[in-house]
T-cell receptor, first 114, second 121 residues
């Protein structure tokens, strides 16, 4: 399977703390994206980092990418109860042509306690 | 990003029946995809819905079980045929967007519909 691995599988923290999730993948990529899913609903696109980028910020989100280790991390700072959700990484493996398939990681379930 | 809707949002079906899920986008898009998310699992790509031609299925998924239509650039349907309890999942459609720049080259991403939660008894 080409599916990426995420760890931890589940993470429980207190409001105000930082949450860090890690993603590893297996092949070379064009970019890596992080998505959030609230309780069995659709996925919300959070942030995209390209293969030639090492770090990216968006509000309280910070994403890093290490292509030599084939890994990425998502940091959520000053977490809130509303951040409770499952978080997935997804890689675009850079197929040529018109197809842009994404390969999803196994996901991290984040619970932020008020 | 495109606004994507799915119908139905959820359904409970009997074994052996079929359910057709609709995905509507508010703008024309080239790429549309269908995913399955089994309980507690990640997303697995079922197929790429191609406008005007047969869908491209991933390994483990076949047209007889998951027929897909894509009559135009804003609409697609996925049918789950001859359902069994193992088909209980969330089914999600997504649209692919691509933009290019001189600096970054090609960048692809996907935006998802709200999903259809299917329970098969």
């Amino acid at each position: 399977s080409q599916q990426g691995e995420e760890d931890p599988q589940a993470l429980s923290i207190q409001e105000g703390e930082n949450a860090t999730m890690n993603c590893s993948y297996k092949t070379s990529i064009n970019n890596l994206q992080w998505y959030r899913q609230n309780s069995g609903r659709g996925l919300v696109h959070l942030i995209l980092i390209r293969s030639n980028e090492r770090e990216k910020h968006s509000g309280r989100l910070r994403v890093t990418l290490d292509t030599s280790k084939k890994s990425s991390s998502l940091l959520i700072t000053a977490s809130r109860a509303a951040d409770t959700a499952s978080y997935f990484c997804a890689t675009d493996e850079g197929y040529g042509g018109a197809t842009n398939k994404l390969i999803f990681g196994t996901g991290t379930l984040l619970a932020v306690q008020p | 990003s495109a606004v994507i809707s799915q119908k139905p949002s959820r359904d409970i079906c009997q074994r052996g029946t079929s359910l057709t899920i609709q995905c509507q986008v508010d703008s024309q898009v080239t790429m549309m995809f269908w995913y399955r998310q089994q309980p507690g699992q990640s997303l697995t790509l079922i197929a790429t819905a191609n406008q005007g031609s047969e869908a491209t299925y991933e390994s483990g998924f076949v047209i007889d079980k998951f027929p897909i239509s894509r009559p135009n650039l804003t609409f697609s349907t996925l049918t789950v045929s001859n359902m069994s309890p193992e088909d209980s999942s969330i089914y999600l459609c997504s649209v692919g967007t691509r933009y290019s720049s001189r600096i970054h080259g090609r960048t692809d991403t996907q935006y998802f519909g709200p999903g259809t939660r299917l329970t098969v008894l």
